[in-house]
């Protein structure tokens, strides 16, 4: 028997948190409150918002994990200690830290409670996986730099071990996540939770030949990287563009077409990066992988659906991370890639009467547009009779930023969690 993975979603507040279990999360995790990696954006501000995080998951039979992965310098020690007892005390079925000191802490602290490594750890091979294992660890999120094979071998090694691996979402140009460029840039450190994520900007190349007189000249032309110790290498290409170039920006990993080697292989648990992510994405990540894992167990393979699920998000390029596949891991030319065919149109906030309530996200007309109803049921095709204005008048067209409302010719069910989305014509 292949044993189910869990699908494990961000949650980066409690709505968001909603919207990941509505669509088929197993479990969450979540920021502790100023001591995770996402301390500037984290909606869980108060020990309040993860109990209730909590709860919401134990009412439905779901897990919540909580993340405390900074790596703390000595003025955070005793307060992140503090604070961390406090919120392990609220049940969280996990707690995710990093830092060698802090796995200590909490084996003496709290022994019962189960302990995640977090993948700012960088475990990327077997023997440390087994050093962390014997120090009562229950489970470790690789490394995303991993090759397939090398997960594979890991869990080979060590099969009594859960293993978590990263399978869609953000990849850092550093070590997943050990990086000093936003500390270098803005005095913001990566590993205390503050990224400014200067690796994701655009950068323009300029030649200084007298800055006292002439100050700084751009560029002009082709642009290369060479090593002026070995000039035998062949120079390397730098893309710019009137935008810049985004020479350490790198693509997104999605890893759907490798999950059917990964369910096979055993791993326990399989991660979607994104916390601070909006709900529509978040909800099409999360229903892809619902999809893929359920098909695959099933005895199928991962369902033309699931792909097109991603399709309908925007990336900065998407690569198959373990290995790379076909493609390069840098993205020279742009920050954001968006969907070719769809997006959001809308969120569907209320009901009222016959009408749906939707905050536009981006323009539409149901006279031109081809609209699909996207709920954790699935999506459906979507007829509007008319539409009204946030005046409450009749309109060829709603756009973004308003509220507005939609009257159906078919009533589409339950439109809880539910999304308008906008297929864009070839």
Not at 223 to 228: A, E, K
Not at 283 to 291: D, E, K, L, T
Not at 404 to 410: A, F, M, Q, S, V
Request: charged share 25%; proline share 5%; net charge negative.
């Amino acid at each position: 028997m292949v044993r189910k993975p869990e699908l494990l979603a961000p949650a980066g507040d409690l709505n968001r948190l909603r919207y990941a279990l509505a669509y088929g999360a197993d479990a969450v995790y979540a920021g502790q409150p100023a001591f995770s990696l996402r301390a500037r954006e984290n909606g869980f501000r108060s020990l309040d918002d993860i109990a209730e995080g909590i709860a919401i998951c134990r009412e439905q039979g779901k897990k919540f994990y909580l993340t405390s992965n900074v790596i703390a310098r000595n003025g955070k020690v005793e307060p992140f200690c503090k604070t961390l007892l406090e919120a392990a005390a609220l049940g969280p079925d996990a707690v995710i830290v990093a830092d060698p000191g802090v796995v200590g802490f909490l084996r003496k602290e709290i022994p019962e409670m189960e302990v995640h490594l977090s993948v700012q750890a960088n475990t990327t091979n077997w023997l440390t996986a087994a050093f962390w294992a014997d120090l009562g660890v229950k489970r470790i999120i690789l490394s995303r730099e991993l090759s397939l094979k090398e997960v594979l071998e890991i869990q080979e090694r060590l099969p009594d071990l859960e293993l978590e691996v990263f399978v869609h979402g953000n990849i850092c140009m550093s070590m997943s996540g050990r990086c000093m460029l936003s500390n270098w840039v803005s005095h913001r450190d990566a590993n205390q939770g503050i990224c400014n994520n200067s690796c994701r900007m655009p950068y323009a190349l300029y030649a200084n030949q007298d800055v006292q007189s002439d100050g700084y000249r751009e560029h002009v032309g082709d642009f290369f990287l060479s090593r002026p110790d070995k000039p035998e290498l062949a120079p390397i290409a730098l893309d710019e563009d009137r935008w810049g170039t985004y020479f350490m920006s790198s693509r997104d990993l999605c890893a759907l077409p490798l999950l059917k080697d990964l369910v096979n292989a055993g791993i326990a648990s399989f991660k979607i990066e994104g916390r601070t992510r909006s709900v529509y994405y978040l909800s099409q990540v999360v229903s892809a992988y619902r999809q893929a894992i359920d098909s695959v167990l099933a005895g199928g393979d991962v369902p033309e659906k699931a792909f097109d699920a991603i399709s309908l998000t925007d990336s900065r390029g998407r690569m198959l991370g373990f290995g790379y596949g076909d493609k390069l891991p840098q993205n020279y030319e742009s920050t954001q890639v968006h969907s070719e065919v769809g997006c959001v149109a809308g969120l569907i906030s209320g009901k009222e009467e016959n009408a749906f309530i939707v905050d536009v996200k981006n323009a539409f007309s149901p006279e031109t547009d081809t609209l699909e109803w996207m709920s954790p049921s699935g999506m459906k095709p979507c007829k509007i009779k008319y539409v009204e204005n946030f005046r409450g008048e009749k309109a060829d067209r709603l756009h973004p930023g308003t509220v507005g409302k939609i009257y159906l010719e078919e009533d589409p069910g339950s439109f809880e969690y539910a999304f308008l989305v906008l297929r864009k014509s070839n």
